[in-house]
Every structure is written in structure tokens, then in C-alpha cells.
């Protein structure tokens, strides 16, 4: 309950002269996150805050290939969500989802669990699934830990015409959200960070096929002439096993790790090399 009296002043309905969805505030700036697809051809914007308040909002930045976009109003604004690390939520753990359901009922309250992770659907990578209820009119809106912290934008929901398809809810870690959505604040625009290498994700067959002692981590098959990596001086061969001392796992998978951070961006990178540890410096390229 406490989590959603904290977030619940924050998550706002995003209308636009197209149509209608969620969105949440993030700062006291002004600064609302929402999804591109809410927002995609408009060209006038209004939130609605919880209590009934009406104010225009401008386009900041809209990012389609992470279906991400931020607004700004001007004014005070009733609260902020704060962000949260969406690799720390276990699966099974409890979320809970907000949002204008259907367009027309304001602020409602789903429960449900972490049901997937690094889930694929389009060109969106690492979406988190819940069994919470989303409903159309609920993009864009916030899926908070019971903290009341974000760990995903809701994103979409998959039916079928039978049962097969029940309770497929999808929303777009906070982790990326984040470093996309100060993109889109500092610059108006989205850039994909780039290392620059081809790579295959470790699980103890690829790590006994060739020879290493570790079974997670991103082994490295090719890098690309005059890439970030390159000029880092990653070689084939490399296991990537962490990165700003953070492991790369099954949960948390090379992609993951590098679209949680912006291009141009240095990153300290722990790497196996014939059996040997090392720490490398790389800064992040742009697609």
C-alpha cells in the first residue's frame, strides 16, 4: 500500500490529439516518461495528474527503437517516482503496475509477479514480464518493486484468442530506461552504445567446448576493426565476466550491462584472457 501511495502521485494520463496512455513524473523538473507509441505522430500533449489537475506538456525527446519518449511540463509538479534497479527484483518477486486502464480509469492498481526476464518481442531486448494486468491505456505507465521504486515502463500485452495467451504483460527494465531516457533529456535524441564485438553468452557446454574456467560471462568471438572495443584492446578469445564491477550473468547478459549506459560513456571491464584476469578501460561507441 505504502509503495503505491508514493507513486501513485506521480503517474500521470498522457493525452495526446491522437489518443491516450500513462506516463509517470521523474523529476521535479518536469521531466515524464512515457512510450513512444503514446505519443508517435502527435503534436499536442496534455497530463492529467491524479487529482483531476489538466496541464500541457511539451515533446522532448522520443527514442522508437527503445519505444521511449519524455515530456515536460512547466509548474510544480505533485510528486516524483523514483527510479529503481530492475536486475534486483528475483523472479517470482512481487511488482505492481499503474496506469490508465483502458484511457478511461485513471491511477488503477495491478498486482503481480516477476514472471520473466531478457524477454523479445520486435526490436525491444531485456523486457521483464508480469502476470500483473495491463490493459491498453496502461503504456507508458510505471511497474514498481514494493518499494515503490520503477523497474519497468509497461509496455504491451500479449492476448490470443484462446487461453494460451493469459497474463503476458511486458515492460521495459528500468535499467535501460534510464540511460535512454537521459539521452533523450540532455539531447532530444537516442543513441544504441556500441562496443563492437560479436560474442556468444557462456553456459558450461560453450565453456567446456573451449577450455575455460568460468560458465558466465560473454566470450568473445570477433571484434570489429577500429571499434570501441578494438581501440580497447578486446582480442577474440576474451570472456567478458564483468563490467563497472557488476557480473555479467544469465540474468544480467553482456546487452544488458551495455544499454544501461550511454555512448561515450568509460566503463571499467573485468576480462578472463588465457586464464589470467585483467581490467580494461573502454568508452562506448554509438550505432
Sequence with gaps: VSAVQRAQPATVRVRTNQGSGSGFIISESGYIVTNHHVVEGARQFVVDYARGEQVPATLVGSAPEFDLAVLKVDGPVPAAIVWGDSSALPLGGTVIA???????????????????????????????????????????????????????????????????????????????????????????????PLMGISLLALNSQVAQERGLSVTEGAYIQEVTA??????????????????????????????????????????????????????????????
Excluded: C, K, W
Design 98 to 192: 499503474i496506469g490508465s486502464a483502458l484511457g478511461d480509469y485513471q491511477n488503477s492498481v495491478t498486482v503481480g509477479i516477476l514472471s520473466g526476464v531478457n524477454r523479445e518481442l520486435g526490436s525491444l531486448i531485456g523486457l521483464l514480464q508480469t502476470d500483473a494486468a495491463i490493459n491498453h491505456g496502461n503504456s507508458g505507465g510505471p511497474l514498481l518493486n514494493r518499494a515503490g521504486e520503477v523497474i519497468g515502463i509497461n509496455t504491451m500485452v500479449v492476448r490470443g484468442s484462446s487461453s494460451d495467451a493469459e497474463g503476458l504483460g511486458f515492460a521495459i527494465p528500468s535499467n535501460i530506461a534510464r540511460a535512454i531516457t537521459q539521452q533523450l533529456i540532455d539531447s532530444g535524441q537516442a543513441q544504441r
Design 226 to 287: 577500429n571499434s570501441a572495443a578494438a581501440r580497447a584492446g578486446l582480442q577474440a578469445g576474451d570472456v567478458i565476466i564483468a563490467i563497472a564491477g557488476r557480473p555479467v550473468t544469465d540474468r544480467e547478459p553482456l546487452q544488458m550491462h551495455v544499454l544501461s549506459h550511454v555512448p561515450g560513456e568509460q566503463l571499467s571491464l573485468t576480462i578472463l584472457r588465457n586464464g589470467q584476469s585483467m581490467e580494461m578501460q573502454l568508452t562506448l561507441g554509438a550505432a
